[in-house]
């Protein structure tokens, strides 16, 4: 699978939009683009994932470039409860291959 | 969405005992489970993947007598860390793929937080 790289933080006022940039140079064709998020001390949960178009759904929006290089997650409206470390990961998609490895994540904090 | 139940989701153990972890899946059956290791402040690291009615696959690195894993079902998959020591002591998560779907959405349990006295 790809390497992605993530910035290690941000911070993301409330109500305001977050957004998250992933770099997947290496990226094939048919790897696809994977968001996760981790809330303190639980198992990762799945945000959204695309290909090559732009993809939304009632957490968040995935833009991608054209050359499929770099990737932004959107949180269009952060509230506290998003205050988690986002990863973004690249990979096939197959049943064989679902394993998931992952980078070091963006760790957001949301403040009030 | 589905669920992926693992239990239990804390545990305190004296050094040199065993300790069992079960990953679930309760509304689906899955083929293929994965176990991740988490220490603090770090990213998820896979340890093995589980496989229904076959031997696990370890990544490298991972010692597979240390950590003993047991798919009998299409449902429960268990962790054995056994004669656990200080150092085995890390956040373990499981991850469920549903069957006979090319499923790219993995279902993660809550994790167990081991600590080893």
């Known amino acids: 699978d790809a390497k992605t790289t993530q910035p290690p933080s941000m911070d993301c006022a409330e109500g305001r939009a977050a957004n998250l940039p992933c770099n997947h140079s290496?990226?094939?064709?048919?790897?696809?683009v994977y968001w996760y998020r981790q809330i303190h001390s639980q198992g990762p949960q799945y945000i959204i994932h695309?290909?090559?178009n732009n993809e939304t759904n009632e957490m968040a929006s995935l833009i991608i470039t054209e050359d499929r290089k770099s990737s932004t997650l959107i949180l269009p409206h952060a509230t506290l409860r998003d205050t988690a470390v986002y990863y973004c990961?690249?990979?096939?998609?197959?049943?064989?291959?679902?394993?998931?490895?992952f980078g070091g994540g963006t760790r957001v904090l949301v403040k009030p | 969405g589905a669920v992926v139940s693992q239990h239990p989701s804390r545990v305190i153990c004296k050094s040199g005992t065993s300790v069992k972890i079960e990953c679930r899946s309760l509304?689906?059956?899955?083929?293929?489970m994965f176990w991740y290791r988490q220490f603090p402040k770090q990213s998820l690291m896979l340890m093995a993947t589980?496989?229904?009615?076959?031997?696990?696959?370890?990544e490298q690195g991972v010692e597979k007598d240390k950590f003993l894993i047991n798919h009998a079902s299409l449902t429960l998959s268990t962790l054995t860390v056994t004669s656990a020591h200080p150092e085995d002591s890390s956040f373990y998560i499981c991850?469920?793929?549903?069957?006979?779907?090319?499923?790219?959405?993995?279902?993660f349990g809550s994790g167990t937080q081991l600590s080893v006295l």
């Open positions: 695309g290909l090559k």
């Open positions: 509304d689906f059956q899955a083929t293929t």
């Open positions: 290496t990226i094939s064709g048919n790897e696809y």
């Open positions: 589980s496989n229904e009615g076959s031997k696990a696959t370890y």
């Open positions: 990961i690249v990979r096939v998609r197959s049943a064989a291959g679902n394993k998931l490895t």
């Open positions: 991850s469920a793929v549903q069957l006979g779907v090319t499923n790219e959405k993995l279902f």
